[in-house]
């Protein structure tokens, strides 16, 4: 397999239809979480939002901390924690204590804000997001060095003396990744401070071809500052599917992706209607969207890391509820059976431990079937029709 090692999760914002019981809907992603530590999930990332119904959690933390006690294996991260929202020392702390009562399970994932209407409630605004963010990150990495106290002042947080009282549990730090979607900010600030990517934008039109220039936004950013890139730590987050055939695929997430896109991106957050006459068999064919069979899929993830031109670290699964339950928790276990090990590179020995059998098999299994066909023969009973065939090794006796 031509891609090795590639790490594989969900970023749950989450989205929940308006009208569903936010109790159970809270409680279906944390069930969500447990199933995919079960099937060997390597991340889940898990929203901030604070408006406009659909995305539930407004605490990440909470669900990592809770999640932490009900999985073995799977790493948690904040998709994202919106900087400008926070004092920085407060998300470092907080951070900190989930590294360490997770024993280093625990991610920080960073961003602007993505709902205007959480920004506008608390005053922020819009223009000022992604300068608070990048401030922010200065004070977070400076902090998480450890050498010595923090002074900074901005117009919005102010840092007099800080240093940390307990150093992270992970030897030097806790994963920390920027979210980007297609402009240069999340690519720019990723690379200003050596962090990994979590790129939303490959799910989005125009996203795939973007990728490389994108990336190369980042390493050029990080040039400037003394510091390099590592496409381990880049994850693409895409809306994906799977199920047996590519028409059983479509036919589940058809109503579930029209009543989302529908009712809030577009009706709610006032995103312009799209211009296809079936969006998601035209996200499909331009790659954005990846629904389908495991081989269909598959082939997807490949196109992506062609489109990224030099690799990439991961793909994550823009969690959706488009199916119905049932159909939903069936994608993961398929993807998870079919898809994530040939990125993975545990297929390759038991690949070649089959072809290797299956190409000496009549010098290796031939005497087998003839030591078994004598032993009828020895025995004085028939032979079964099976072990009837002379095969090299075989005495001639008669049956």
């Keep these: 397999m031509a891609h090795k090692g590639l790490i594989f999760g969900i970023f749950l914002a989450p989205f929940h239809r308006v009208g569903d019981n936010p109790n159970l809907a809270i409680a279906r992603d944390m069930e969500l979480i447990q199933w995919l530590d079960h099937l060997g999930y390597d991340e889940a990332w898990i929203g901030e939002h604070h408006s406009a119904g659909w995305e539930l959690i407004a605490a990440p933390e909470l669900i990592i901390a809770a999640a932490a006690e009900r999985t073995k294996h799977i790493r948690l991260g904040s998709g994202v924690t919106s900087l400008p929202y926070h004092h920085p020392l407060m998300v470092v702390n907080r951070f900190i204590q989930l590294d360490h009562m997770t ?30 963010m990048d401030q922010s990150l200065d004070a977070i990495t400076r902090l998480l060095k450890c050498e010595e106290p923090v002074t900074m ?26 979210a980007s979607t297609l402009t240069p900010a999340g690519m720019q600030v990723a690379g200003k401070y050596g962090l990994g990517v979590l790129s939303l934008g490959a799910g989005l039109p125009g996203g795939p071809d973007a990728l490389a220039g994108q990336w190369k936004i980042a390493e050029e950013e990080a040039a400037k500052h003394g510091r390099t890139m590592n496409r381990r730590d880049w994850r693409l987050v895409v809306n994906m599917h799977v199920a047996e055939d590519d028409e059983q695929a479509l036919r589940e997430v058809h109503k579930g992706e029209r009543l989302e896109t529908v009712t809030y991106f577009e009706d709610t957050l006032g995103r312009p209607p799209g211009r296809a006459d079936d969006p998601l068999r035209e996200g ?24 990224s031109q030099g690799g990439i670290g991961g793909v994550m699964f823009r969690a959706h509820e488009w199916a119905n339950r049932e159909q939903t928790l069936r994608s993961y276990e ?20 089959r072809e290797w059998a299956k190409s000496h098999r009549r010098t290796i299994f031939g005497p087998n079937v003839a030591a078994i066909r004598q032993a009828y023969i020895d025995a004085g009973k028939p032979i079964p029709e099976e072990y009837s065939q002379r095969v090299p090794g075989a005495r001639d006796v008669p049956t």
Excluded: H, N
């Design 334 to 353: 398929l993807f998870a059976r079919w898809v994530m090990p040939r990125f993975q590179g545990s297929l390759d020995t038991v690949i070649g431990s």
């Design 284 to 307: 499909v064919k331009m790659g954005t969207t990846l629904v389908g069979s495991p081989d269909t899929v598959a082939r997807g993830i490949e196109r992506l890391i062609a489109q």
């Design 103 to 132: 024993r280093g399970r625990a991610m920080l994932g960073c961003g602007p804000g993505a709902l205007v209407s959480d920004a506008y409630m608390m005053g922020i605004e819009p223009a000022d997001q992604r300068r608070r």
């Design 153 to 178: 002042k901005t117009d919005w947080f102010e840092l007099r003396d800080a240093r940390l009282q307990l150093a992270p549990y992970s030897d030097p730090c806790f994963p920390i990744a920027v």
